[in-house]
Nanobody, 120 residues
Framework: QVQLVESGGGLVQAGESLRLSCEAS????????MGWYRQAPEKQRELVAT???????NYADSVKGRFTISRDNAPNTVYLQMNNLKPEDTAVYYC??????????????WGQGTQVTVSS
């Protein structure tokens, strides 16, 4: 069974930084794309950043220049470095990974979410 476990959320002031981590564990054959999404209260979940197995990255316009996504394949971990945080970044941040894990076909797996709160 595959699990994604996030860590690193917390309460910070505007302008400060946080680093989120998400480690995938289980009977994993391969991981394709990994990414971070967020959901603020009463809003839909939105993409923050993604990274492919070849380290191609994609960012939401609202975080470009402030957030950096990276991954480490041993262990299967994806990171989100968040700098110059703003109150509008406040949300629950979710990790997602597209994983091939025996005996299941490839599919998306989600973490449980970690709260990021930015005070003004």
């Amino acid at each position: 069974q595959v699990q994604l476990v996030e860590s690193g959320g917390g309460l910070v002031q505007a302008g400060e930084s946080l680093r989120l981590s998400c480690e995938a564990s289980g009977t994993i054959f391969s991981i394709n794309s990994m990414g971070w999404y967020r959901q603020a209260p009463e809003k839909q979940r939105e993409l923050v950043a993604t990274i492919t197995s070849r380290n191609f990255t994609n960012y939401a316009d609202s975080v470009k220049g402030r957030f950096t996504i990276s991954r480490d394949n041993a262990p299967n971990t994806v990171y989100l470095q968040m700098n110059n945080l703003k109150p509008e970044d406040t949300a629950v941040y979710y990790c997602k990974a597209f994983i091939v894990a025996a005996p299941f076909p490839a599919k998306d797996y989600w973490g449980q979410g970690t709260q990021v709160t930015v005070s003004s």
